[in-house]
């Protein structure tokens, strides 16, 4: 294990190291991932920010989260993911990483970077031979066109390229989406709430249908929020989820399936403002506690 003092004092911190020393990676549930990629925005940037700025708030954290403490379970946080070379290559050590993490048992948590960086972790569980898993996916935007830009690899054909590799897919929260993603949600079966039933109606949980898979890995891009709850990303859409719709649907999902592994994309710090950061890293370690007490699925 590397030096903890080493550790602390890097750009990339252990999630929660103000209260927890960094486990043995095979005595850590929770694997945190970072991959600072940011290449293919097309609005504002500064993703590639993200998961340093979330590990860093993550020190002010309680360990109790208001109903467990999901610490108990062990937070190992890896070094960042090489983020170097073409969208394939990252894409690739992405996979690699993931693999490390299921070879040992564990669960993935990978902080992003743009939502490109979700198909390196499915990909990982993919060449890992791991099957019957579904994606549910929180979002503002579908991310199901083909290309965009012409770069099949951009943030806003993850989805597609997930759907393409006949992995399925439940969206919650989209509101910002072209008739070619709606083709394409029709093509593939796609299930879907999108923000205009979820937000008015004010749906805390789903139901997923009951030929979904019985594993699942929920991928989180912050701008599904509100911009009033998240407004530190690079694509905000008005007419998004709450706080609290998006920690109730999550475990309404945790509550039905076996989740196993998540992440959190596309946060992107604005200077001076470090509750955004805070709040970011809050959400993840509330959805660590979700999984920790929906124990029937461990």
Not at 60 to 88: F, H, K, M, N
Not at 94 to 108: D, N, S, V
Not at 206 to 233: H, R, W
Request: hydrophobic content about 40%; glycine content about 8%.
């Amino acid at each position: 294990m590397e030096d903890y003092d080493q550790l602390v004092a890097l750009d990339y911190p252990v999630f929660l190291g103000s209260e927890i020393r960094q486990p043995l990676p095979e005595n850590a549930r929770f694997h945190i991932v970072p991959v600072p990629y940011e290449e293919s925005v097309s609005y504002g940037g500064g993703t590639a920010k993200g998961p340093s700025s979330i590990l860093k708030a993550s020190w002010q954290l309680e360990t109790w989260d208001g109903l467990s403490s999901p610490c108990d379970e062990g937070i190992y946080t890896r070094s960042p993911v090489s983020v170097e070379g073409s969208a394939e290559q990252v894409i690739d050590n992405i996979a690699k990483a993931t693999q490390e993490i299921l070879a040992l048992g564990k669960m993935p948590v990978a902080l992003g970077g743009e939502h490109t960086v979700t198909y390196g972790l499915i990909k990982g569980f993919l060449d890992a031979g791991v099957s019957d898993f579904g994606v549910v996916q929180i979002d503002a935007h579908a991310d199901l066109r083909d290309a965009y830009e012409g770069n099949p690899y951009s943030h806003a054909s993850v989805m597609k390229r997930i759907v393409d590799e006949n992995v399925p897919l439940f969206q919650l929260g989209i509101r910002a989406f072209c008739p070619e993603e709606i083709s394409t949600r029709e093509e593939f079966g796609v299930y879907y709430l999108d923000a205009d039933q979820l937000v008015p109606q004010r749906i805390h949980n789903i139901e997923l249908p009951e030929s979904f898979p019985s594993k699942v890995f929920f991928t989180v891009d912050i701008d599904g929020l509100d911009p009033s709850v998240f407004p530190s990303t690079g694509t905000p859409v008005p007419g998004g989820l709450d706080w609290y719709q998006t920690l109730n649907l999550f475990e309404s999902v945790a509550r039905q399936r076996k989740i196993i592994g998540f992440d959190l994309m596309e946060h992107a710090p604005i200077s001076g403002f470090h509750a955004y950061d805070f709040a970011a890293s809050m959400l993840v370690y509330k959805l660590m506690g979700i999984i920790q007490r929906n124990s029937q699925w461990s």
